[in-house]
């Protein structure tokens, strides 16, 4: 007599295989959002939680595209709504961006792939208790200090002066008249907190590595650059200034003239720090100006010593990771 086959058997271990199949490429997912491993590991230093209403998973993707192995989440202040905010329509760092807890609890849930930031819009009452809450917690860094406030302003002092305390660095967003006003006397601040480390980002700081940049007004300039603009001068002559690569003022800055970025790529090898400050999901491709400063970064740089400090080694040492 023909055995009849148990098909409920055959279902039944069909079923365990599956299981243990999708388990273990859930773990494997999992480890992949914590602790990227590549050869060459890339460090960003600028990133947002809910970015334009990105999703954490859409950020966790788009960091593993992009090949960062350890990524900085920098957080908006408390939404307010005084002169800093310019009455609340540049809460959330003008993007949707989210504050301290939202980036302290993704970097806890994935502690080898994303470190948080420290930040709180300065002219509030509890402004230093706040960014100090987190510095005690681990942030290695404070910003990204994105505020309608002179940058020697008293309440943005006491931030350098929790800066020093914590030997963190501080991330300062530099747009004409609109956050962190007048550029032009910042060195003030870098002579007055030597031991502060402060790292400039975004229009008006990648504007003026030109010195023929007179008019402030523009942002974005695409003409050629004459080397020994303020930001040129201030990163050779300040060793506490730095450099943040990231956004399109940071791409730009590199492409609008190649052979004058390569130079100072060289000249300034050890300020220069990749972020990427990118929206988009992909991660990869036309759509992330973060891929596109990283490709600008291996283009330019004049040899690969130097293209692995700025996309990791010099990031690694500032922040001591």
């Known amino acids: 007599m023909t055995q009849k086959k148990d098909n409920s058997t055959l279902t039944r271990r069909g079923f365990l295989t599956s299981t243990s199949m999708l388990l273990a490429g859930s773990a494997l997912a ?3 959002a914590d602790g990227l491993v590549a050869e060459e590991p890339i460090i960003d230093i600028h990133q947002h939680t809910d970015y334009m209403g990105r999703t954490d998973a859409q950020l966790i993707a788009h960091q593993k595209a992009l090949g960062a192995t350890t990524t900085i989440l920098l957080p908006a202040g408390t939404p307010a709504f005084g002169f800093s905010t310019h009455q609340g329509t540049t809460n959330g760092l003008q993007a949707k961006c989210s504050g301290n807890e ?4 993704l970097a806890k849930k994935y502690p080898k792939s994303f470190k948080f930031g420290a930040n709180e819009v300065p002219d509030l009452p509890n402004a230093t208790a706040e960014i100090e809450k987190y510095l005690k917690l681990g942030a290695p860094i404070i910003g990204e200090s994105k505020f309608g406030l002179e940058c020697d302003d008293p309440a943005m002092q006491a931030i350098y002066e929790l800066a020093r305390k914590y030997r963190v660095p501080v991330l300062m967003h530099w747009q004409y008249a609109m956050f962190n006003y007048d550029f032009y006397r910042f ?3 870098l002579e007055k907190y030597p031991d502060v480390n402060f790292i400039g980002h ?3 700081w990648w504007a003026n590595i030109d010195k023929n940049h007179t008019d402030q007004n523009i942002l974005y300039p695409k003409t050629k650059v004459t080397a020994g603009g303020l930001t040129d001068q201030l990163l050779s002559n300040y060793p506490n200034m730095y450099g943040d690569m990231s ?3 940071g791409l730009s800055a590199l492409l609008r ?5 390569r130079g100072f790529l060289e000249r300034h090898q050890n300020k220069l ?3 990427s400050d990118c929206l988009d999901s992909d991660g990869h491709g036309p759509n992330c100006q973060g891929a596109q400063t990283i490709a600008a970064i291996r283009k330019l740089a004049p040899d690969k010593a130097i293209e692995r400090k700025l996309l990791y080694e010099n990031a690694k040492k500032l922040f001591r990771l």
């Open 30 to 32: 999992l480890n992949h």
């Open 102 to 105: 939202a980036c302290f609890d």
């Open 187 to 189: 060195h003030t601040m």
């Open 202 to 204: 975004a229009q008006t």
């Open 247 to 249: 956004a399109g003022s």
């Open 257 to 261: 003239d190649e052979d004058h970025a």
């Open 273 to 275: 720090l990749y972020g």
